[in-house]
């Protein structure tokens, strides 16, 4: 199984939302529960909000994670977005974060309605497990235990105020998949998701989760981008189709199914995986990979160090977000009914500001 291990950059999640139609060129004010992914998809019809956020990067400011409601938004007309393939500005770097295990549903929890009610308020109470070391979702030292854990105790007491939460955090990475094999818990997290629409480019160990696991709606999201050489032929790549037979470098530890589905690296193609983004960039600079695929918010400081200010551009056709989900065994009752109990328990902290408030304390390190 490949996991993300590395400190990655999140971004906003998915969330429900009431907020006003939207259309390209025009306008648009922020809503509670909006997230720059939502509001690109409202408006063209896809999730890679990169042109979005660069059109409006002084109104939104350096951190696309953090979005206020009231702000208004310029929507370009399809096509009038920001040019590809210009040099990168090295910015500060945002708040390092290190998200973990993919997996996904097949299909989405049994609404509680549904469900038979529980018997007692005892069988309201729900078991949650992460990991230490995790920084910035889960942690015995983190502030509340990390972005991950606030959040969905939150969520949780959100729907049932007189719940009690055993949140267990085991020692590492390792101990946190043997614990969510074991169903000792109700609930693990933080998890991300493969496409399970495409199962057929799945590793054995990814089908296996779209199987067995039920995810919550995603509570944060990993924004993927991809650099080359300026002047380089893939420079301007805009489809994964056109990556084909490239030498593309993903640190280790770091998932590939979304490589995977694009059938990258293709005939003629390589994968690199070296122990982390700087060992990316090196080999860019040296000529043995061609591209390199990362977590947006670790390019700043891998650029800087190896010296490729204005020497690299962005490629599109790599850029895509990755959400993080909480997940619970499909065959154990009682966690699939705290998923949908999660789930409506996020979607009022979207409407009401307070995930915003969490997310942006946490990632601020308060």
């Known amino acids: 199984m490949k996991l993300l291990l590395c400190a990655v950059g999140a971004i906003g999640v998915l969330g429900a939302t009431t907020a006003m139609a939207q259309t390209a060129c025009q306008p648009y004010t922020i809503q509670p529960g909006d997230t720059l992914r939502a509001i690109n998809l409202r408006a063209y019809g896809e999730d890679n909000f990169r042109p979005l956020y660069q059109a409006n990067q002084l109104v939104i400011g350096p951190n696309p994670n953090l979005i206020e409601v009231g702000s208004v938004l310029d929507i370009p007309c399809a096509g009038n977005g920001t040019a590809a393939g210009t040099p990168v500005r090295v910015e500060e770097p945002e708040p390092r974060e290190q998200p973990v295990p993919a997996a996904a549903p097949v299909q989405d929890p049994v609404p509680e309605s549904e469900m038979t009610a529980p018997e007692s308020p005892a069988a309201l109470n729900v078991s949650f497990v992460t990991y230490d070391g995790n920084a910035p979702y889960s942690g015995r030292d983190l502030p509340n235990g990390g972005l991950a854990t606030e959040l969905l105790e939150t969520a949780y007491l ?103 589905a694009d059938r990258l690296p293709g005939r003629g193609g390589a994968l690199s995986t070296p122990a982390n983004a700087t060992a990316c960039f090196e080999a860019l600079a040296a000529g043995q990979t061609d591209v390199v695929s990362i977590p947006r918010n670790q390019a700043p400081a891998a650029i800087a160090a190896t010296g490729l200010e204005g020497r690299v551009v962005a490629v599109p056709a790599l850029e895509r977000g990755v959400t993080l989900h909480a997940v619970a065994n499909q065959s154990n009752p009682a966690g699939v009914a705290a998923i949908s109990r999660l789930n409506r328990g996020l979607a009022a902290m979207r409407a009401d500001g307070s995930w915003f408030r969490i997310v942006a304390r946490q990632l601020s390190g308060g």
């Open 158 to 260: 959100d729907t049932l105020p007189d719940a009690q939460i055993e949140t267990t955090v085991v020692r590492d990475l390792p101990g946190f998949l043997r614990a969510m094999g074991s169903e000792a818990y109700d609930v693990g997290f933080p998890s991300i998701r493969p496409d399970c629409n495409v199962i057929e480019t799945l590793a054995v160990e990814m089908i296996e989760l779209c199987a067995k696991y039920a995810f919550s709606q995603p509570f944060h999201e990993i924004p993927m981008a991809a650099w080359t050489l300026s002047g380089s032929p893939v420079s301007g790549a805009v489809d994964p189709a056109e990556l084909s037979g490239s030498r593309i470098c993903r640190p280790e530890g770091l998932f590939t199914f979304d490589l995977d």
